[in-house]
């Protein structure tokens, strides 16, 4: 996966380190255990509203860009803010971790700008985050292609999640009994939809195998279609919103 930059910065070519584990791998048991867990009847405790989309810069109070402009494109799919932004705060520990085990100190100001090997952790942060959703964008891109999906884009997917949510609450308001969370979280039912998303397109992969069993496409084989995928994505990068993002 060579990444380049677009729009405005001039022209740069870098190719990220490709980050091993955390939630984007899916494995099928795990996406089941995320479902199984979704389907069991609410609790309740009180609703929470989704997370928002755009957060904060750090500093000065001063206003997130819009959560809809893109940082980087996917085979010419945009990658928004928002979701960039949200994925990027989840994968915080991570990093935080990774860097800490070198004898870094977290809890240092500077910490997310420190130069380590070469490399800061904002920057190994920034990285990570867009090696997940490169693996997210080609899954989801080859699942429109499909006919799995319609409209994969971030501000669709937030309407969805309103949607979802407006109609578990009038549900609830009439004593019907729901399954999963009062309300969905923006993280929760992203991890959600994509493990959903994954599970028809492994099928769809395996039919177009041969296999009509209606079994889906096992780990091995699936990873290494999805390592292609992500290997031959063709990335830019929107310097003017990637380099502004923060840890913070």
Not at 2 to 27: I, M, N, Y
Not at 57 to 82: K, L, Q, R
Not at 99 to 121: L, M, Y
Not at 166 to 183: A, K
Request: with cysteine.
């Amino acid at each position: 996966m060579t990444v380049r930059t677009k729009a405005r910065g001039g022209s740069r070519k870098f190719r990220p380190r490709l980050a091993e584990g955390g939630w984007h791998q899916l494995q099928p048991l795990a996406a089941l255990a995320l479902l199984v867990a979704l389907l069991v009847p609410a609790a309740c405790s009180p609703p929470k509203p989704p997370a928002e989309a755009a957060v904060s810069e750090a500093g000065g109070g001063a206003a997130a860009p819009d959560p809809f402009t893109a940082v980087a494109w996917v085979n010419g799919e945009p990658v928004a803010y928002g979701e960039f932004r949200t994925r990027m705060l989840e994968l915080r520990g991570e990093v935080v971790a990774e860097t800490a085990k070198g004898g870094t100190d977290p809890a240092a100001k500077s910490f997310w700008t420190s130069d380590i090997g070469g490399r800061t952790p904002l920057g190994l942060l920034k990285e990570k985050t867009l090696d997940l959703l490169v693996r997210v964008k080609v899954q989801q891109i080859a699942a429109k292609e499909a006919g799995i999906a319609e409209d994969i884009g971030y501000e669709a997917f937030l309407s969805r999640l309103d949607a979802e949510n407006r109609t578990r609450s009038s549900r609830l308001r009439r004593g019907e009994v729901i399954y999963g969370p009062r309300q969905y979280s923006e993280q929760a039912y992203y991890r959600y939809t994509l493990a959903n998303l994954e599970l028809a397109l492994r099928q769809q992969l395996a039919e177009e195998e041969g296999d009509h069993s209606g079994k889906p496409l096992d780990d091995k084989r699936y990873e290494s279609w999805l390592n292609r995928q992500a290997a031959n994505a063709v990335v830019q990068v929107n310097p003017s919103m990637y380099d502004k993002l923060s840890a913070e």
